[in-house]
């Protein structure tokens, strides 16, 4: 099975279509400025000399890379930006002329480092490589233009005489993984199998070659994904993003390796993330202190760190098990974090951001500054434009406008509809068109001309009951329909407010539900509730509303409990609430009104 | 009004009595081997070289010196033990031996850095000093010997000069308050004023003189205790166990000054602790970062600070506030120290010790170790028989056997009862005796002879109702019996098990309870009630009962409801409970049969 490129799935109108807008009309010139100011861009040049400002960083050329593949993307689906392509061609010219004859190319170490080239396992340079193969696939596939592509093409096969055939690097694999996405991206492009065979020599070499090399003083091997080899994992561990990066590239050489031992390995992972290390919004990672996963069920939520990235990169990793495995889990892990954990990652105008995306804040609690270097370090409570590790910006810059990526899935004679979004489609001589309102609404209108038998539409993980205007059968969450050839589909999802609990085991959400409508979770915030949000409870067999549409879908109605103030610490039991109105907004808009409380988890009454 | 010495109330059995036989049996012995082998009774002979194991630690002083305090302590109430007297003597005679022409000692800079006396503010010379001035008071009043006392009035005399008259000190307050309240205690036995004076000197010029010196990399002004000036202190700020010795010194000095302005500020630092600030149990310092009083309402229960020493130095303080003030409020605070935070500091054997005393404890959480070197810091969950930094061990041993310091306080027309424990005490022509099985009962029989008009039983905050075989008014949380010299008095207090409830705006607490029969706190434990213990419900309206005496007083049986097991991550909500039998257990006596969940603070249904 493959997934359907987004070039070939443009999406018409509604959520997502809003979402693209944003970011071509917004957050591509709002990162490129913030990258320009901080020096991001200027770096290409690599006439950095010690003592002057805005040092190049081992990973600036990641940032960079992603912009580029971001606008490349966004123009695919726009149309052609001189202006863009202009800063995009000057960036291609600056790696050109600054890559040595073997097609290196990193603006850190270039200018800073030259002797140290693929000595230091931590920092970055195959990552970069990485992300910068990436922007030049998608600037190849918008424009045609191949200089960029070329280039990689040269340092790529550096890498692989480095590396992989003498050998003579200072480490075996990156210690961020990227390179080997990429590197499969790449061979998808240009047939060279060697890109191929390359990204599945890093893979298999993790978990065997220099497991406690390049590792920061807080980290073990896991953090690096050096724990085990991948095909002996069953639990996800380490640095989320370095996980799950690396997981999608096994996922790849599974597929194209016909790899059922690897493939197995990886649906243990992914099934140990959603059934045990993943937050209702999609986000992963649990502790800040190395970005990484910890053990089963634990959840914190005002701690969580949760980073746009992480999430993204779930998607990833989702997305590309669902080519390999008839079974909506995959989908719906993709649904659950485009909606929720990813998409909170940026804000309501696309001009900021969160690194990590919490379930709960609590700011006269996330701001303890208990000491003037070291704080409790909690989440921030507001988005901002720029991070010194500004990964996240320039991640969504390529993920928005390439989310219909996520939504086709080809099999030999079956069409699977993963994701529901107004958008028009053609590939492989078949044609199909969605017209929806989701995930406002449930219905899905879906028009298809082709010549697979079968059409299989994603019954979401959250969806009780639907009707259908056509035979079907159930199989592994799809509800199959036998076409012929032409078809007019009517996918009706009941979609009503759900109160949800969580395992027993997470105790941190212990006594505690979230309202979900769709895929949407919601959240509370004090600016629409007053005080003390972790004290108001909800009745779950009280009533439930649908209100404004502030934030893109509905926002949710009922009654809250509080406990009546009072100047006591510690005071008799007593039932003694006061009620209020309770309003619900979709997580992904939280914290678009300044600083207040937020919270997922709402005390159960 | 004035506390009346431990020496003139002996406790006779009960509760009490079985700890400080216990102290007296057990502690007093592990805590000397523990110290012996850690060398820090060997540091004493001050023939430490470099190179050498043991290097004696700036803080070893205080720990040797406490651990004197406590045994002599000890042998005031069990008579005088050869043994003890022993070790004490070779102590004395070491410190006299290696003291200086000025009675300076200190084993750390004497052998460490003999050029760099006084210039350190965070090294603990003048803390250690006021530890042995301490324990050379106990002594002597134990057994008559005033070698050490003599040395220390020498030493004391020295640390004037120095500090107060010459000013040629490298600072002008200790970085950790001490010396300030052993001064006071040291003027009280020898009444040479310039002691008290060199006390008052030192609580003044906290929060003036140097306030950003001798910080640590982590620490603000407040951890030294510089933040203001103590007379404009509104709130309890920094390092805890710092904060609480040098309010105790201050309320010292407020009293012998007769200094209402600085009364009133000792009184407007406890309201903020009791009624914003403290633990239910006790325990003060909710972040181990500078292990300091955080912000209003924020006590989180898993990473509670909440060390034994600062639940132990905030009886310290309320005790002398008692003197200061006719409100039951600071013997309320003393009897939740004692009978909580303070006393899970040791476990039942006598053996072990928590450093940190935290509300909740989830082993496979609190142990997760997300890297080798730093880890989400939290308490550890059994007790150990000694730290490097253990400071809290030789305060159990002194504190236990002087735990009657806090029973009586005489003013002018009245004698206040404060505590309750069985006890004979005769003092300034007065005889009184209490016969109580409390805490694990509520009756007490106060036989009394003296010439104070009024007795004043203290009916506890607890407490909501009770019968007294006397006419009585109520007054500032007393009952006032006036008497014609003689009476016995049968004080009969309801001692319910009450469901109690936090402010709403201590959110770590939210949707929760906690169970309290008179002074005792409860928890459940996992060894006794399965797992998930944050996940466990009981119902504010159910029914609860007294079960065995495991632990000295009775536990509580009732029902629990906890969440039926489910494979799921997350799931529609439903009411779908098990029901198990609950059963709690003092929360002092948590962690003494192996790791295991802990929990006081339980979901209501």
């Not at 040269?154 to 590197?183: M, N, Q, R, W």
């Not at 191929?196 to 690096?224: C, Q, R, T, W």
């Not at 989440?379 to 990964?391: A, G, L, N, Q, Y």
Request: hydrophobic content about 35%.
């Amino acid at each position: 099975m493959k997934n359907i490129d987004f070039g070939n799935v443009r999406v018409t109108s509604g959520f997502w279509h809003e979402k693209q807008n944003m970011v071509k009309n917004v957050t591509i010139d709002s990162v490129y400025n913030r990258f320009l100011e901080t020096g991001r861009f200027d770096a290409l040049k690599c006439l950095w000399k010690d003592g002057a400002p805005n040092q190049p960083h081992i990973f600036w050329d990641s940032d960079v890379a992603k912009w580029i593949e971001g606008a490349a993307c966004s123009m695919h689906i726009y149309g052609r930006d001189e202006h863009l392509e202009k800063i995009i061609d000057e960036c291609v010219d600056l790696i050109e002329k600054n890559s040595d004859e073997n097609g290196y190319f990193n603006s850190h170490f270039l200018v800073t480092r030259q002797d140290e080239r693929f000595c230091h396992r931590s920092d970055h340079e195959l990552y970069c490589l990485g992300h910068l193969i990436e922007a030049s696939v998608a600037y190849y596939e918008t424009t045609g233009k191949d200089k960029l592509l070329k280039q990689m093409c040269k340092f790529a096969d550096y890498v692989e005489k480095v590396f992989k055939i003498e050998k003579s690097a200072g480490f075996v694999t990156p210690g961020h993984p990227e390179i080997e996405l990429a590197l499969v991206r790449l061979y998808k492009l240009t047939k060279e199998k060697r890109y191929l065979e390359l990204a599945k020599y890093f893979v298999d070499m993790h978990g065997i070659a220099n497991p406690s090399e390049g590792l920061y003083s807080f980290s073990e091997n896991s953090y690096n994904q050096d724990e085990m080899p991948l095909r002996k994992r069953a639990t996800a561990e380490g640095h989320c993003v370095r996980a799950m990066y690396l997981m999608s590239a096994a996922a790849d050489i599974a597929s194209l390796y016909d790899d059922s031992e690897l493939f197995n390995a990886c649906e243990r992972v992914f099934d140990n993330i959603v059934n045990k290390r993943m937050y209702i919004t999609g986000g992963i990672g649990s502790t800040r202190i190395g970005e990484t996963f910890t053990v089963d069920y634990h959840l914190p939520n005002r701690s969580a760190y949760a980073e746009t990235c992480a999430a993204l990169s779930l998607a990833l990793f989702a997305g590309r098990m669902q080519e390999l495995d008839e079974n909506s889990k995959y989908a719906d892990a993709v649904e659950r974090v485009i909606y929720n954990g990813f998409l909170s990652g940026v804000s309501m105008d696309g001009k900021s951001f969160f690194y990590e995306n919490p379930l709960e804040i609590d700011p006269d609690f996330n701001n303890v500054n208990t000491s003037t270097t070291e704080k409790e370090k909690h989440p921030i409570t507001e988005r901002v434009e720029v991070f010194d590790c500004s990964c996240c910006p320039p991640n969504i810059v390529r993920f928005i406008p390439s989310v219909s990526n996520f939504v086709y899935t080809l099999g030999n004679d079956t069409l699977y509809v993963q994701q529901y979004m107004s958008s028009d489609a053609e590939f492989d001589g078949i044609k199909i068109s969605q017209q929806t309102n989701y995930p406002s609404g449930g219905e899905v209108v879906i028009e298809y001309s082709g010549d697979k038998e079968y059409l299989a539409l994603r019954i979401p993980g959250w969806c009780k009951s639907f009707t259908l205007n056509a035979e079907y059968v159930c199989r592994n969450g799809y509800a199959i329909i036998r076409t012929s050839g032409n078809a007019k589909i009517i996918f009706k999802m009941d979609m009503p407010i759900e109160v949800v609990m969580s395992n027993r085991r997470v105790h941190d959400n212990a006594g505690r539900v979230a309202l979900m409508r769709g895929p949407i979770v919601y959240c509370i915030e004090g600016v629409d509730n007053g005080e003390d949000m972790k004290n108001v409870s909800l009745d779950i067999h009280g009533e439930f509303e649908l209100g404004e549409c502030d934030f893109m879908v509905p926002s949710i109605k009922t009654v809250g409990y509080r406990d009546v103030a009072s100047d006591k610490l510690y005071y008799p039991a007593e039932d003694c609430f006061e009620e209020i109105p309770l309003k619900l907004i979709p997580y992904f808009a939280f914290a678009n009104r300044g600083t207040t409380e937020m919270q997922v988890w709402i005390l159960k009454k």
